[in-house]
């Protein structure tokens, strides 16, 4: 089987230093330091890919063909491609400076290739310039399977796989014809209202991707729920009573619409799709990964030890991620120093149908690893009423 592959080289670069995402803003985040996220994440997929094709679970002997380019938007990341079941068939130069275009004509060589699914690496964005470009090569090319591995800012869409590992899964069972495809929806940030302070995902097109309910996320919910008041304000009050009990409290809130609107209830204004750290009177506002070690850090009493402190996170609807999307500036090292036992889900009853796991891709196998192992998250629904919320294994 042939195998299209793509990697946006800029996608998820500006995640840690709290960018809403990377389009044009590419070489400002890489001289502000940022590295690599998008492609690193896809030669963890092919790594594993490489290890399922070679272990019992390929049971026909299958082999793949890797077809795309070399260099940074394909070849780069495929460095231990050479065995009997795994090889690169790499055609063509990344450019030195990416754009758009070059997605799409990499996915029209690709179509020409006669590949029967494309494993990309980037975020949302990416996404769209794909399907894009698959629509104006013809009906066929649109149906042709479509596995993300979440390398951007924001992955709202359903063709995203829940980590490289489970895109690899994806693939895997998909050559194995294990996996039917179906029809998606490909989202995004409506990034127009959002600059008015208004959160909303708008739904861009449909996009054909194996169906696997475990290894792939689904799409983000389009709109948030508006008849949740009670609910909301029950939440604030609990964490208004956790902050009248110990005055040190330092709450880092998470990104999301609950959260803002739990602010508003407290009288603080938070950043929709950023984090935020209030301590006492003093409220941090669109915190960077930098930002967050910093003030983090500095929360200790004369012994070195930390004091009072709570990470608040709301699962993203649809989908259930908790750690991972929209929220990369929780780097692996920031969610080391702030700690498993100062995380504190917060959902509201009706966000938790149908829940049955929280999803976590920190970027980091071992402490994802951490988080499993745990088994549950501690998850807020309403005034001094939590629950126990599984970790799912993927």
């Not at 939440?235 to 990104?255: Q, T, Y």
Request: proline share 3%.
């Amino acid at each position: 089987m042939r195998i299209g592959i793509v990697v946006n080289p800029d996608a998820g670069l500006g995640g840690k230093l709290g960018f809403k995402g990377s389009d044009g803003r590419a070489a400002e985040a890489r001289a502000a330091g940022a590295k690599d996220r998008a492609g690193p994440r896809m030669e963890q997929c092919l790594q594993h890919l490489s290890s399922l094709l070679s272990s019992s679970l390929n049971r026909t002997n299958t082999s793949l063909t890797l077809i795309g380019w070399e260099g940074r938007m394909g070849s780069s990341w495929a460095t231990m491609v050479d065995g009997s079941h795994l090889v690169g068939g790499w055609h063509g130069r990344t450019p030195e400076q990416t754009k758009p275009s070059d997605t799409a004509d990499l996915v029209a060589q690709l179509v020409e290739a006669e590949v029967e699914a494309i494993v990309y690496a980037g975020g949302d964005g990416t996404t769209r310039d794909i399907v894009n470009a698959l629509a104006t090569c013809g009906e066929e090319a649109a149906k042709i399977a479509l596995i993300g591995v979440p390398g951007g800012v924001k992955m709202h869409s359903g063709c995203f796989a829940t980590t490289p590992k489970a895109a690899a899964e994806v693939v895997l069972s998909f050559a194995l014809g294990d996996l039917r495809t179906a029809i998606t929806e490909v989202m995004d940030l409506d990034e127009v209202i959002y600059q008015e302070g208004i959160w909303k995902v708008r739904m861009y097109g449909e996009a054909w991707t194996p169906s696997s309910p475990r290894f792939m996320q689904g799409a983000k919910e389009q709109v948030e729920r508006v008849s949740e008041d009670d609910s909301i304000e029950g939440l604030a009050n609990h964490i208004a009573s956790l902050l009248d009990d110990d005055a040190d409290l330092m709450v880092v809130w998470g990104s999301g619409g609950t959260l803002k609107r739990m602010g508003e209830h407290l009288d603080s204004s938070l950043t929709l799709l950023g984090i935020d750290i209030q301590h006492g009177d003093l409220l941090h506002n669109d915190l960077n990964e930098a930002d967050l070690l910093t003030i983090i850090s500095e929360h200790v009493d004369e012994s070195g030890q930390q004091r009072p402190l709570l990470l608040l996170l709301s699962p993203m609807g649809g989908q259930g991620f908790l750690i991972g999307r929209g929220n990369l500036q929780l780097s692996p090292d920031v969610l080391r120093l702030v700690g498993h036992t100062n995380i504190l889900g917060v959902a509201t009853p009706s966000k938790l149908i149908g829940l049955e796991a929280v999803r976590i891709d920190t970027g980091d196998e071992s402490l994802d690893e951490e988080f499993q192992a745990k088994r549950f998250i501690k998850i807020l629904q309403g005034f001094r009423t939590t629950r126990l919320i599984r970790v799912a294994e993927v």
